[in-house]
T-cell receptor, first 110, second 113 residues
């Protein structure tokens, strides 16, 4: 069983739709990251969470430490949001390692 | 400020050869970590260096090694290349004061033939 599970694996949406990507983990963590990877490989760090909720533009990330679960929401989705979204947990304290989910491939159609 | 720079961007090597990849972190960042991304395994942590010392290591064979220089630039080396080493290799840097924040490079795509 993977320590970090993401769902869904693939997601196709129409422009304007509200999107939710989920991440569940089984280990105690110090922090959780949401990453965005566009074709070509470059990764952008979207959020780092250790509790609660963060918002940046149309993106919202939440985490429930007790339930070991995080969600990434995209409001009013746009074709430029098409990318792979990866959940990563920081495991082992401030000097620990990142453990990654397999990613969710999002395609937003115009 | 300049981002994380990885060189080269693309590389083709033959089985059995060795390869060295380079990562220049953001100025002032002292932590550099390396990751391997393959279609089958996804992203996996290789190792992390801080102030020229390896601080953490993932579950990879000894053929994978790295080092960090006094200017925080880091190199990773893979010896005796295997076909399965074909992957995107990413590095990320973080500052001491922002240990939880990472900035990733664009990666080096290694193809072993």
């Amino acid at each position: 069983k993977n320590e970090v599970e993401q769902s869904p694996q693939n997601l196709t949406a129409q422009e304007g739709e509200f999107i939710t990507i989920n991440c569940s983990y089984s280990v105690g963590i110090s922090a959780l990251h949401w990453l965005q990877q566009h074709p070509g490989g470059g990764i952008v760090s979207l959020f780092m969470l250790s509790s609660g909720k963060k918002k940046h533009g149309r993106l919202i990330a939440t985490i429930n430490i007790q339930e070991k679960h995080s969600s990434l929401h995209i409001t009013a989705s746009h074709p430029r949001d098409s990318a792979v979204y990866i959940c990563a947990v920081l495991y082992g304290g401030s000097q620990g390692n990142l453990i990654f989910g397999k990613g969710t491939k999002l395609s937003v159609k115009p | 400020k300049a981002g994380v720079t990885q060189t080269p961007r693309y590389l083709i090597k033959t089985r059995g050869q060795q390869v060295t990849l380079s990562c220049s972190p953001i100025s002032g960042h002292r932590s550099v970590s390396w990751y391997q991304q393959t279609p089958g395994q996804g992203l996996q942590f290789l190792f992390e260096y801080f102030s020229e010392t390896q601080r953490n290591k993932g579950n990879f064979p000894g053929r994978f090694s790295g080092r960090q220089f006094s200017n925080s630039r880091s190199e990773m080396n893979v010896s005796t290349l295997e076909l399965g080493d074909s992957a995107l290799y990413l590095c990320a840097s973080s500052a001491l004061s922002d240990r939880y924040g990472y900035t990733f490079g664009s990666g080096t795509r290694l193809t072993v033939v």
